[in-house]
């Protein structure tokens, strides 16, 4: 195998590790569920109606009066705890890294694999500009009949 074809090897196979890596990130990204009360997050606007329509509150809304926010009811996720994959994962990280640290993965290796499929596209240029010149400088062939009927 020459020089050539070891590195369009390896430039494809990192290419594909790198694909197959943004993926699993953004199914991970996308399936993870903020935490119950987080701004965005589900229950977050009931939890605001709630606050301010409670009358133990007063009209100043005292700070004893409030809630714990660690504590949600009906066995809700508390703050800080996510559900990922509509909580078929639970906890605050998944393989110890949160939501943040996995956007950050997601985000810089879809930056290396941009930079592979650029080094594919480079090593292939000869033979995506040829189809187009050939299209161009071939002469259609004449039909024949077909007489042999």
Not at 4 to 15: G, Q
Not at 63 to 92: N, T, V
Not at 96 to 119: D, R
């Amino acid at each position: 195998m020459n020089c050539k074809a070891k590195f369009n090897y390896w430039v494809d196979l990192l290419f594909l590790i790198t694909l197959l890596v943004v993926i699993f990130t953004g199914l991970l990204i996308w399936g993870w569920i903020r935490p119950q009360g987080a701004p965005g997050g589900p229950g977050a606007p009931a939890a605001a109606a709630q606050q301010s329509a409670n009358p133990a509150l007063g009209e100043r809304g005292g700070d004893a009066a409030r809630p714990d926010p660690g504590k949600a009811a009906g066995g809700a996720p508390q703050m800080g705890e996510a559900k990922i994959f509509w909580g078929l994962l639970r906890g605050k990280a998944f393989w110890g890294m949160n939501k943040k640290q996995w956007e950050n993965v997601h985000a810089w290796v879809s930056v290396a694999m941009c930079v592979f499929f650029i080094c594919h596209l480079v090593m292939h240029f000869r033979w995506l500009v040829s189809p187009p010149r050939r299209i161009s400088a071939a002469r259609p062939e004449t039909v024949k009949p077909n007489l042999k009927e």
